[in-house]
């Protein structure tokens, strides 16, 4: 039987798959969703997570080769352990952390959350709206644990489409991935009906 972050990152891995340098990429080359960016931040945070990296199979420093050389399960156990693990969505039910841990790849954990809790607001009708501040305290994840209804995850996941084409507006350089982030989120709805 999968354990629930399994679950989230079958759907991740499908978007996230193979190898990319795209000149208008920020993070640039990718391997598995793992940007050279990501892993850089990820080293530069502290000597616990290079003590991590390495224990992980991952040489430092960070370089160009290293994301070359990453393999799929390197990347799943990054991934579980700066998105899943930090946002500790085993504790708030499957759809909605599916949803929470999707964005958290694609647009970090923060912007994950605020969209999250911008689409949680939508569908108040009764007690206090969510601060919308990127964070996964109490009130956010208590509300996530209200948020496994349909209307909740579709309202989270307009709000996703909408940061994507407030991307694509703000940055012309950015457009050439709009129409790749909107398949997936989509696609992403029709997963989550399915679980």
Not at 114 to 129: D, E, S
């Amino acid at each position: 039987m999968s354990d629930n972050f399994s679950i989230a990152h079958k759907f991740t891995a499908t978007w996230e798959g193979g190898e990319s340098d795209h000149p208008a990429d920020g993070g640039g080359l990718t391997k598995y969703g793992a940007s050279l960016a990501f892993l850089k931040g990820v080293a530069a945070e502290s000597q616990s997570n290079r003590d991590t990296l390495e224990r992980m199979g991952i040489r430092l420093p960070i370089t160009r080769q290293v994301i070359i050389d990453l393999t799929e399960t390197q990347a799943s156990s990054l991934f579980r352990w700066q998105f899943w693990d930090r946002l500790k969505l085993d504790l708030i039910p499957l759809r909605p952390a599916v949803v929470l841990y999707d964005a958290a790849v694609n647009s970090g954990p923060a912007q994950s959350i605020k969209l999250a809790q911008r689409g949680y607001n939508r569908c108040v009708t009764y007690g206090q709206p969510l601060v919308v501040d990127g964070i996964m305290g109490p009130a956010t994840r208590a509300a996530m644990k209200m948020a496994d209804t349909d209307k909740a995850l579709s309202a989270m996941l307009d709000e996703r489409e909408k940061f994507f084409q407030t991307i694509g507006d703000k940055n012309p350089s950015q457009q050439v991935f709009l129409r790749g982030w909107i398949n997936r989120v989509d696609a992403l709805r029709r997963y989550v009906r399915g679980l």
